[in-house]
């Protein structure tokens, strides 16, 4: 077959506007709505990993419509009724189904891949430091399975030429999609059908941790799956007869089969943690993970001289480095926690935002009464635990209260909870203002009691 039946072939399908159409509804769910996407150190545009993750995520809806397009375009010879003719000719079937699943395939192949090279510039134009291709399989099954869906509605169409074969297929793979889709409500992304059956699906979880990519069995499993789904579509484009129809969907069932075997039964097996990415990058006793090494020299300045005051002002009690936190939370989950080491965490608006003496506070209030209560997506801790923290800080630094931004709660709640334990607080002499700050510290680090009350000489809980 030569190179002109294909471009005649893409000149008179639809491929070009399901190519068209596949790239405008991405970018226009990326660009034009808000979500998790947006913002915060997972946003789609901040790392190679979530880049990758962020343009699977809408296969939830691009797949169907790959499906239910590639059905249309499957039904070409019979709205034009040439499918006598055309099985009457010497032509291999193998070919005339090749030319028509070729162009259509090769439009939303390039559609789905420009959206990625898209994100890729946007990613090389940011600070994003941590360079790798542990990407790529992410982004080449997210290709295979537009390709693949959109060969198996061909070929359905083929086998069941109704007007209604195209918007049925769309609907139905959009509600198994979505039935089979991965959530984020937990450390790690689970399903409500077994992890094993969910992962037949190509879309991915909501990318909120960057640390976070799919395992190697996943990108296998998957792969072999899409491609058995491609090769039963394109049988069953060739195929003559029910006989043949039955025989095409072994490939379907084979590869099916093969990736149930692979794919993890777990989903700690499927959501794994980038080694790489993960390992500590320092500057003397301040770290940022490999995947953040921008925001090092930021850290690095108001990160030693939190630790600094920290230790004159808790003595041994007082963490000895800072280091990112790693472990995947939970939406509604309590921060992580480690003896002797200040955690923070970017997805923190109280860190992430802060610079110079801001972030010193910030660092130094956290040190002080790290935060026990359950975090949403950009914001932790309760109005206490916010007040608690500025008046610490202020008791170290020397200098009135101040509210803590990137909180949830405004300036003049916190000043108004906050101002009156100060004023106790800085009542006392010296030493018994210490044994406060040391209480409330001891309160925050066990989780077993409320840090502001302890500033007042309340017992915990």
């Known amino acids: 077959m030569n190179l002109r039946i294909p471009l005649i072939e893409l000149r008179r399908s639809v491929a070009p506007w399901a190519g068209a159409v596949v790239l405008l509804a991405a970018l226009a769910f990326l660009h034009l709505l808000s979500g998790p996407w947006t913002k915060g150190t997972a946003l789609w545009t901040a790392q190679w990993t979530s880049m990758a993750m962020w343009t699977r995520y809408p296969l939830v809806f691009l797949w169907p419509l790959a499906v239910g397009l590639g059905a249309l375009q499957g039904l070409r010879d019979h709205r034009s009724r040439m499918s006598e003719l055309l099985t009457s000719t010497p ?114 979880a909501e ?24 090769a039963t579509g394109l049988a069953l484009l060739a195929a003559a007869g029910p006989r043949g129809r039955l025989l095409a969907l072994t490939p379907l069932l084979a590869g099916g089969a ?95 935002a802060a610079r110079g003496e801001g972030l010193t506070r910030a660092l130094i209030g956290q040190g002080l009464a790290p935060v026990c209560s359950p975090r949403s997506d950009t914001e932790s801790g309760t109005l206490t635990d916010a007040a608690a923290q500025s008046v610490g800080a202020a008791w170290v630094l020397g200098a009135e209260p101040r ?4 909180t949830m709660h405004g300036a003049d709640d916190q000043d108004a909870l906050a101002r009156p334990v100060w004023e106790e607080l800085t009542a006392l002499p010296p030493a018994e203002q210490r044994v406060r700050i040391g209480a409330m510290h001891t309160a925050a680090v066990s989780c077993s009691g409320d840090p502001l009350e302890a500033l007042t000489g309340g017992a915990s809980r």
Not at 216 to 226: E, M, N, R, S, T
Request: charged share 15%.
């Open 91 to 204: 032509r291999p079937a193998s070919h005339r189904a090749a030319a028509l699943a070729g162009p259509t395939a090769f439009a939303l192949v390039s559609a789905f891949g420009l959206l990625v090279v898209l994100g890729a510039v946007r990613v090389l134009a940011g600070d994003a430091s941590y360079a790798h291709f542990g990407w790529l399989p992410i982004s080449l099954v997210g290709a295979l399975a537009v390709a693949a869906g959109a060969v198996l509605g061909m070929g359905v169409a083929r086998v069941l030429p109704s007007v209604l074969t195209p918007p049925v297929l769309a609907v139905g793979t959009f509600l198994l999609a979505s039935f089979l889709r991965q959530t984020t409500d937990g450390a790690l992304p689970t399903s409500a059908v077994p992890n094993r059956l969910s992962l037949l699906s190509p879309t991915v």
């Open 207 to 230: 990318a909120r941790e960057t640390l976070l990519t799919l395992s190697a069995p996943v990108h296998l499993g998957q792969a072999l799956w899409f491609l058995g789904m491609a």
């Open 258 to 352: 093969v990736a149930l075997l692979l794919f993890p039964a777990d989903p700690r097996g499927t959501y794994v943690i980038d080694r790489a990415a993960a390992t500590q990058v320092c500057d003397g006793q301040v770290c940022v993970t490999a995947a953040r090494r921008a925001r090092l020299d930021q850290l690095a300045g108001p990160g030693k001289e939190a630790l600094r005051l920290l230790r004159d002002a808790l003595g041994e009690r007082a963490p000895v480095a800072i280091h990112e936190a790693t472990l995947p939370r939970a939406l509604g989950g309590t921060p992580e926690r480690s003896p002797g080491f200040l955690l923070v965490d970017f997805d923190d608006g109280m860190i992430g």
């Open 403 to 406: 509210p803590l931004d990137g």
